[in-house]
């Protein structure tokens, strides 16, 4: 296939699009991929809409390959499957819901396990027909709070998604390690520099999750590793390990001191150290009360929580969210503190917060018998020497306090190092949820009904095409691999002579003929804009075909490493038919 640039519907820009945020929405603008519609939408153009298809096509075949079928559902859906399963409130504003002529409720999916769990009840009635993986690659909606970076968070994108059902755990399990190792051949063929880290399964009561990012610093995930292992996590899934719980008898008795002026950690460590309560105290020694208000899909009303953190770490409202899913987490206001007295700022103590009723989770650092410095619940005042189990007593941990570089492993080997990546894929095991809220049996051997057991498995397709040209462009431009690439090789006809244009479409048309796709740049423009273009589109192998023809030579240029050979033109094409197909 040949495409000619001379007719090409594209248009590349020379200026960097005003809105852009990283380079990969930079250079899928500029070389001509993509074009913004609203926030968060965008129009696929040709050589963009290739990129999209090769990656779907590989999406396709590994999903195929472990006997996955592909099916489709509208993305117009009717609400009454998410109402069953409480979705149609707990996604709350990131639903895109809209009403029909006649005042019926509907929404453009995010996400499609009711659908799939219902058309699987609506088919299969006997254990002898499962296990089943059904997927499809469609058009999602969601109404992101902040639609950014191009396609790597879109308001409308591309999902593959598929959904497992078996008949038991161990079924599961089977499914889900299915997925995995075809998400370990998809990200390998698409050339992704990727990770797979352990990642919260939220409200929905799964067990294992995990999610697939490719490492980048533009990323919005921020996952650690271990450098005493092969542990790694999304930092809203690290467990924070307790330290064991020590006996409370041989702690001195707790003692309330005037602190005054001591309303953050920092004066309370000071004033503590200068005013000799006996020994020395440093921030980690402290309890840190946070209040926030939380409220439940379908709530009106905020609820206090209470949570208590060692003085030297900051409360990470991502992680703290991440544990108290499907709820909604703020933080306080003026008025909230006016309308709860017994909240002294700068001096909260575990004491008023259980005298009143308001639940108070801690760090699953504050274990039984460690003692705390911490607020005494009136202005200028902070108590010593409060021991967890003896002086107060949590209503539960919660998993809220920041990660930092350097915090021991989880697994108990090395310490955590940080890096950023973009979420390209998740795997769950979803359990029963859905399969509950519609009953979905399978009619066993003893003729009793067996609940089915779900997974769901996503993939960003779309945000895909940005998540590699992340990882693979430079200061000119694109750099695409291989096996997503818009054409195999990129022909400049670089000169006006008629036998270069000749020499140029000759080598265009042997080329294509041995089943390369081959762009051919036939425009009527100078070498310098041309080969300008060739480095922004991006096209892993260019061939120049100018001067150096009269002497039976054309340039080959590797895109990646910029390395330019002299191949003789008579066998320039077995030459290239070698490259591409290595
Ligand atoms: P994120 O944390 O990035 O919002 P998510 O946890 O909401 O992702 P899932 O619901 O698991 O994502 O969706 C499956 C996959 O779809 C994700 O792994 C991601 O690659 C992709 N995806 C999710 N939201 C978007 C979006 N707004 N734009 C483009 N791709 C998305
Ligand atoms: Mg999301």
Redesign the pocket.
């Known amino acids: 296939m040949i495409t000619r640039m001379s007719s090409l519907f594209l248009r590349t820009l020379r200026e960097n699009p005003a809105d852009a945020e990283v380079p990969s929405h930079t250079l899928l603008v500029r070389a001509g991929y993509v074009r913004r519609v609203a926030p968060?939408g965008y129009s696929w153009l040709p050589l963009g809409l290739r990129v999209l298809r090769n990656i779907e096509a590989i999406v396709r075949e590994e999903m195929d390959a472990i006997g996955g079928q592909e099916i489709q559902f509208p993305a117009l859906l009717p609400k009454e499957p998410y109402e069953a399963t409480g979705r149609w409130s707990e996604y709350g504003p990131n639903l895109f819901r809209l009403v029909d002529r006649k005042g019926a409720d509907y929404l453009l999916g995010?996400?499609h396990e009711e659908l799939f769990a219902l058309t699987v009840k609506g088919e299969y009635s006997s254990y002898k027909d499962y296990p089943v993986i059904l997927y499809q690659v469609q058009t999602?909606y969601?109404d992101?709070a902040r639609?950014r970076a191009g396609?790597?968070?879109?308001?409308e994108?591309v999902?593959k998604?598929s959904y497992s059902f078996d008949l038991d755990d161990e079924g599961l399990a089977r499914s889900y390690a299915l997925h995995r190792g075809a998400y370990l051949r998809m990200f390998d063929r698409l050339g992704l520099d990727y990770v797979v880290v352990a990642a919260t399964s939220g409200a929905m009561g799964g067990s294992a999750s995990e999610?697939?990012l490719a490492v980048a610093d533009t990323g919005?995930?921020t996952y650690v590793r271990s450098t005493g292992s092969g542990y790694a996590a999304n930092v809203e899934a690290v467990v924070t390990p307790a330290p064991p719980e020590q006996p409370v008898e041989d702690k001195p008795a707790a003692q309330v001191h005037h602190t005054p002026d001591t309303p953050t950690i920092e004066t309370l460590v000071d004033f503590l150290n200068t005013h000799g309560a006996g020994r020395t105290f440093t921030a980690a020694d402290t309890l840190k009360n946070v209040l926030v208000k939380t409220r439940l899909p379908g709530e009106t009303e905020w609820t206090l929580l209470g949570v208590g953190v060692p003085g030297d770490r900051e409360v990470d409202l991502k992680r703290l969210e991440a544990s108290l899913e499907p709820a909604e987490v703020a933080l306080l206001e003026e008025a909230d503190f006016a309308a709860n007295p017994f909240l002294v700022k700068g001096y909260i103590g575990p004491g008023a917060l259980q005298a009143n009723g308001v639940r108070y989770l801690v760090d699953p650092r504050v274990v039984r018998g460690t003692a705390w410095a911490t607020g005494a619940d009136k202005p200028d005042h902070h108590v010593v020497d409060l021991v967890c189990g003896r002086d107060f007593t949590p209503d539960g941990t919660v998993e809220a306090a920041e990660v930092r570089e350097g915090d021991p492993s989880p697994d108990g080997h090395g310490t955590l190092v940080a890096a950023r990546g973009?979420?390209?894929?998740?795997i769950?095991q979803l359990g029963r949820k859905y399969t509950d809220a519609f009953a979905l049996d399978a009619l066993g051997p003893d003729s009793k009904p067996v609940r089915i057991t779900m997974g769901s498995y996503?993939?960003?397709v779309?945000?895909?095409v940005a998540a590699i040209a992340e990882q693979h462009h430079d200061e000119l431009g694109l750099v695409w691999p291989r096996a997503v690439a818009p054409a195999d090789v990129h022909v400049v006809v670089a000169g006006k002579d008629e036998t270069v244009f000749d020499g140029g479409e000759r080598l265009a048309a042997e080329l294509s003929g041995r089943g390369l796709r081959v762009m051919l740049d036939d425009r009527k423009a100078t070498p310098g804009v041309k080969f300008a273009d060739a480095e922004l589109v991006g096209i892993p192998t260019i061939v120049v075909v100018g001067r150096g023809l009269a002497k039976g030579v054309v340039e080959v240029k590797d895109r990646a490493s910029g390395e330019r050979t002299e191949v003789a033109v008579d066998s320039v094409v077995e030459h290239l038919v070698e490259l591409v197909r290595s």
């Open positions: 968060g995010p996400t999602k969601r992101e639609p396609l790597l968070r879109g308001r994108f999902m998604d999610e697939f919005e995930d973009i979420e390209i894929g998740h769950f996503g993939v960003g779309s945000r895909l």
